[in-house]
């Protein structure tokens, strides 16, 4: 896992080198978002709705970020950032000095985990977000809410192959199985001020949040949001996009940002209806670089205390890099994948690695390929609970047909089937599995 992750830090370093030798990639220009002209008040009252397609490419009408004076496009989850080319879909409005956008994504899914450790279920998931900006005084406020469904699920989640994590009963840790988030995933404010034309300040909180720790969320990746199912690195990559209490602070300049949090370190509970409160005990900081409209990189570290509720006396620290690619594919196609490492170190207790690569193609409005490659080193796994580590590898491919019911809404079938390869002794137990997955998928953008 060492060379493992010495060849990841060496791809971060050496993409934008290749980026700028490849004679096919985009090479707009790299220049801050226009700050877009106040739009003029809505006669008696109404909003101007339209459908947004923002696109991160010279020549077009960016909206400019609620974080700096860089597209809105760059942002992801919290205050991450991804490749300002991928589109951002969305329903957005006017209201005086108000810009809203909505977007709502979710899915009726069936699975069938094969093996003896296996399990079949109907679920649904997905989320229903909303964001806000205005101009207030020298800066800019923002508001994020984002809602998701998957409490209706169950408490249980969805049967899983080598995923483990947080609690259905507040007893045991759920093992092969998705854990679901919680109704609120993130209930968020922030404020930005100016530094010139080319840079900017933040403060972002939020009740849920998300902390400056890996990259986006899954969810929100533009390579992963795709693929249903959670990746089984989703403890080690992105597991805090929803902590109870967060606090980040700051600054842009250009293709640069560094920001910082102070966050409560524990998962949320069992309890997934509610709004939990803590000591903002746990920190982190994260420096993202995004040298091309192409690519996104970030490298980031936290220390999180009593991350698991089952074991209240280990702390944990952690450190991530990522490096993420998106590329239009002619008039309505898209290309876009991440590269991530991540490792555990558990207070007491053993140092994990996970390794992540993904990518989705969409070579027009109709069609989307995606595929996802995991190897994980987990001890959560064994007849003993936090026993030994195993190295653990999870390979899945995918596709979803969408069809265009009206201007707003597609409908999506889709399908994905998985294949693992499992360490010995622990591979005993599962037998030779294989996993598969169908869903309908609805978006209103």
């Given at each position: 896992m060492k060379?493992?992750?010495?060849?990841?830090?060496?791809?971060?370093l050496?993409?934008?080198?290749?980026l700028?030798?490849?004679?096919?990639?985009?090479?707009?220009?790299y220049?801050?978002?226009?700050?877009?002209?106040?739009?003029?008040?809505?006669?008696?009252?109404?909003?101007?709705?339209?459908?947004?397609?923002?696109?991160?490419?010279?020549g077009?009408?960016?909206?400019?970020?609620?974080?700096?004076?860089?597209?809105?496009?760059?942002?992801?989850?919290?205050?991450?950032?991804?490749?300002?080319?991928?589109?951002?879909?969305?329903?957005?409005?006017?209201?005086?000095?108000?810009t809203?956008?909505?977007?709502?994504?979710?899915?009726?899914?069936?699975?069938?985990?094969?093996?003896?450790?296996?399990?079949?279920?109907?679920?649904?998931?997905?989320?229903?977000?909303?964001?806000?900006?205005?101009?207030?005084?020298?800066?800019?406020?923002?508001?994020?809410?984002?809602?998701?469904?998957?409490?209706?699920?169950?408490k249980?989640?969805?049967?899983l192959?080598?995923?483990?994590?947080?609690?259905a009963?507040?007893?045991?840790?759920?093992?092969?199985?998705?854990?679901?988030?919680?109704?609120?995933?993130?209930?968020?404010?922030?404020?930005?001020?100016?530094?010139?034309?080319?840079?900017?300040?933040?403060v972002?909180?939020?009740?849920?949040?998300?902390?400056?720790?890996?990259?986006?969320?899954?969810?929100?990746?533009?390579?992963?949001?795709?693929?249903?199912?959670?990746?089984?690195?989703?403890?080690?990559?992105?597991?805090t996009?929803?902590?109870?209490?967060?606090?980040?602070?700051?600054?842009?300049?250009d293709?640069?940002?560094?920001?910082?949090?102070?966050?409560?370190?524990?998962?949320?509970d069992?309890?997934?209806?509610?709004?939990e409160?803590?000591?903002?005990d746990?920190?982190?900081?994260?420096?993202?670089?995004?040298?091309?409209?192409?690519l996104?990189?970030?490298?980031?570290?936290?220390?999180?205390?009593?991350?698991?509720?089952l074991?209240?006396?280990?702390?944990?620290?952690?450190?991530?890099?990522?490096?993420?690619?998106?590329?239009?594919?002619?008039?309505?196609?898209?290309?876009?994948?991440?590269?991530?490492?991540a490792?555990?170190?558990?207070?007491?207790?053993?140092?994990?690695?996970?390794?992540l690569?993904?990518?989705?193609?969409?070579?027009?409005d109709?069609?989307?390929?995606?595929?996802?490659?995991?190897?994980?080193?987990?001890?959560?796994l064994?007849?003993?609970?936090?026993?030994?580590?195993?190295?653990?590898?999870?390979?899945?491919?995918?596709?979803?047909?969408?069809?265009?019911?009206?201007?707003?809404?597609?409908?999506?079938?889709?399908?994905?089937?998985?294949?693992?390869?499992?360490?010995e002794?622990?591979?005993?137990?599962?037998?030779?599995?294989?996993?598969?997955?169908?869903?309908?998928?609805?978006?209103?953008?």
């Amino acid at each position: 896992m060492k060379h493992v992750a010495t060849a990841l830090a060496a791809s971060l370093l050496l993409a934008p080198v290749a980026l700028a030798q490849d004679p096919h990639a985009d090479h707009e220009a790299y220049a801050p978002a226009p700050q877009p002209a106040p739009a003029p008040p809505p006669d008696h009252g109404s909003m101007d709705h339209g459908a947004m397609t923002m696109e991160g490419h010279a020549g077009h009408d960016l909206a400019t970020s609620s974080l700096g004076p860089h597209a809105m496009t760059r942002d992801g989850s919290g205050t991450s950032w991804i490749p300002e080319a991928a589109p951002m879909h969305g329903r957005h409005w006017t209201a005086g000095e108000w810009t809203a956008m909505g977007h709502v994504l979710l899915n009726a899914a069936y699975t069938d985990q094969g093996g003896p450790r296996g399990g079949d279920k109907a679920f649904v998931s997905g989320m229903v977000m909303g964001m806000a900006q205005r101009p207030l005084g020298a800066g800019t406020l923002g508001l994020r809410a984002m809602l998701s469904p998957e409490p209706f699920m169950g408490k249980a989640g969805y049967p899983l192959l080598l995923a483990a994590g947080e609690t259905a009963n507040g007893e045991d840790v759920l093992v092969d199985r998705q854990h679901p988030h919680d109704l609120f995933m993130e209930l968020a404010a922030s404020y930005s001020l100016p530094i010139g034309e080319r840079g900017s300040v933040f403060v972002y909180g939020g009740l849920p949040g998300e902390p400056a720790f890996g990259p986006p969320a899954f969810m929100h990746r533009p390579s992963g949001l795709d693929a249903l199912e959670a990746p089984i690195s989703h403890h080690w990559l992105d597991s805090t996009h929803i902590v109870f209490g967060v606090v980040t602070a700051g600054v842009t300049w250009d293709r640069w940002k560094l920001d910082a949090s102070r966050f409560r370190g524990r998962e949320p509970d069992e309890k997934r209806f509610d709004i939990e409160t803590g000591a903002l005990d746990s920190s982190s900081v994260r420096l993202s670089f995004n040298p091309t409209p192409n690519l996104a990189l970030q490298t980031s570290w936290a220390s999180i205390k009593s991350p698991e509720a089952l074991e209240p006396h280990h702390d944990e620290r952690r450190v991530s890099m990522s490096a993420m690619y998106a590329r239009r594919v002619g008039d309505s196609g898209l290309f876009s994948a991440t590269a991530a490492w991540a490792r555990k170190d558990k207070v007491p207790g053993e140092v994990l690695d996970a390794v992540l690569i993904e990518a989705a193609f969409q070579p027009n409005d109709a069609w989307t390929f995606f595929t996802r490659a995991e190897q994980v080193e987990q001890d959560e796994l064994g007849e003993i609970e936090h026993g030994p580590a195993y190295v653990v590898r999870k390979v899945s491919l995918g596709a979803i047909r969408d069809f265009q019911v009206s201007e707003m809404v597609k409908l999506g079938l889709g399908a994905q089937v998985s294949a693992f390869d499992i360490e010995e002794p622990l591979g005993a137990s599962y037998g030779n599995p294989t996993a598969g997955t169908v869903f309908v998928r609805l978006k209103i953008e």
